[in-house]
């Protein structure tokens, strides 16, 4: 019996043993794999909308492979660093049992076999550092995944700069950026320092000081076209005191966005003061260009498609368009073109010059100021050459207040159907046959300027042709004398 009971056993032992060898076991081999320097995105199960992005690492398993999404802290002991490109060796583990929401793989770093920095990187500094009017001295600690230098440092120097240091800390691919900024007694200004890897990546990072406190009366030059954005600052309260503005230099689309900031801040209004802006464009211009110089790394750069879109010598359409508190523009002599609705519905505008050059006001462009009053052509006189204006577009003084006088030089003989739908107190016409303006599909017929109580001053000797046209007849007409004759022009 004893006998029987042991065969009995050892039989049992065989076949216990033969089930164990056949459950599934986990399986690991060593395998190498490439991490790309650059990452990717990929979608957690279940968003079948991609609403949620989810940044990871790219990674293959040859070199001629195809890059794969992997999510960070997959592989095990490994930390991944952004910019670095890497070659491993991983202990790559097949689950017998996965689990049903995850994959049937691990990965455990063995060793790594190379690095390469591709694109180098930098934590815990800003691109864009930005210090009060008063100064600061200031120690910013960040590391990198290269070694770095100063390479290159231009801008303003902030007078005089006592401490500009780069400090390597030795561990940890740690750095120290050191800087003594003095106070502020003007404009705001910008340094920057361009740092080299040792990939040789350069970047650059840009020390951004606001400038002290501004008055109502302000002039701004600009050392290159672009500048102004960092020139006022981000305190609307204090580029918000400013009342007369006088811009010195060439403009760009950047500096036209700004100019509008700052007649747009509602910032220092005291006890409900109602703005008024005069903006002095006597000795700048307007150019080509659309970034700001420093756009690069982050200072006052505008992107493109919130710009006005800006010609050499001509006003930006729409670009001052519905500022509710622009009272007074002065334009630059070298404008030839007033483009549309450049100045549309500026409630408070009451004075605008047309420059010499000017040759089209453009549709719109001064439509619904109902406060312009004066709009000067100072030009005409015995040394400087008659006006170049030859079109004015539709509506283009259209719903506006009554003008204190307006001047039709010979030049003018392309004019819309409503451009010139005005009332006007002394008007001045200097061809000696009355004009006339035909507008195809029209018959010639253009509204205005409103005869009600406006006098029509003539060239002297041609008061009979313009009282014998059925238009100009309903003027009260009177002739300007034969000498002299611009000095009556306001």
Avoid at 115 to 141: L, R, T, W
Avoid at 187 to 202: A, H, I, Q
Avoid at 250 to 278: C, F, V, W
Wanted: hydrophobic content about 35%; aromatic content about 12%; proline content about 5%.
């Amino acid at each position: 019996m004893n006998k029987l009971l042991i065969i009995i056993s050892i039989a049992a032992c065989f076949i216990m043993s033969a089930c164990s060898e056949d459950e599934p076991k986990d399986r690991s081999e060593l395998i190498r794999m490439w991490v790309s320097a650059e990452t990717t995105e990929t979608y957690v199960w279940g968003d079948d909308n991609h609403e949620n992005p989810i940044e990871c690492m790219q990674v293959k398993y040859s070199l001629d492979g195809a890059w794969e999404p992997m999510m960070f802290g997959t592989i095990e002991y490994f930390q991944y660093e952004k910019g670095v490109e890497y070659e491993l060796s991983v202990i790559r583990t097949t689950l017998s049992n996965p689990p049903a929401d995850g994959s049937m793989f691990t990965y455990r770093l063995e060793r790594i076999i190379s690095h390469k920095v591709v694109s180098a990187n930098m934590n815990g500094i800003d691109e864009c550092i930005e210090i009060p009017s008063e100064g600061k001295d200031f120690d910013i600690d960040f590391t990198t995944n290269a070694s770095c230098e100063i390479v290159k440092v231009t801008g303003d120097r902030f007078g005089e700069v006592n401490l500009l240091e780069l400090y390597d800390t030795g561990y940890d691919n740690g750095y120290s950026l050191q800087l003594k900024i003095p106070q502020n007694s003007g404009m705001g200004r910008v340094m920057l320092l361009t740092l080299r890897f040792s990939n040789g990546d350069e970047k650059e990072i840009g020390i951004w000081q606001m400038p002290r406190a501004f008055t109502a009366t302000e002039t701004f030059e600009l050392p290159y076209a672009g500048s102004l954005g960092y020139m006022i600052g981000t305190d609307q309260n204090n580029y918000g005191r400013i009342r007369n503005i006088e811009i010195v230099g060439t403009m760009n689309a950047n500096d036209a966005y700004y100019l509008n900031r700052i007649l747009e801040s509602h910032g220092y209004q005291g006890y409900g003061e109602k703005p008024q802006y005069n903006v002095d464009l006597t000795r700048s211009g307007f150019v080509a260009g659309e970034n700001s110089k420093y756009g690069n790394c982050g200072i006052c750069d505008v992107a493109s498609k919130y710009l006005p879109n800006v010609f050499s010598d001509e006003v930006p359409s729409g670009v001052f368009t519905s500022n509710k508190y622009l009272s007074e523009v002065i334009l630059p002599e070298n404008i030839k073109v007033i483009n549309p609705s450049a100045f549309s519905h500026c409630l408070s505008l009451y004075k605008i010059n047309i420059p010499s050059s000017c040759m089209e006001i453009g549709s719109q462009a001064f439509s619904s100021c109902t406060s312009l009053t004066n709009v000067d052509f100072p030009y005409i006189s015995q040394e400087i050459s008659l006006p170049h204006l030859h079109t004015i577009g539709e509506g283009a003084f259209s719903n506006i207040d009554r003008l204190e006088s307006f001047v039709l030089p010979e030049s003018l003989n392309n004019v819309a159907t409503t451009a010139l739908s005005f009332y006007v107190d002394r008007l001045f016409s200097l061809t000696e046959e009355p004009p006339v303006w035909e507008v195809s599909g029209n018959a010639g017929y253009v509204v205005g300027p409103k005869p009600d109580g406006c006098t029509l001053y003539v060239p002297f000797g041609c008061s009979d042709a313009y009282k014998a046209s059925e238009k100009w007849g309903k003027f009260k007409i009177e002739e300007m004398p034969e000498d002299k004759w611009w000095e009556m022009i306001p």
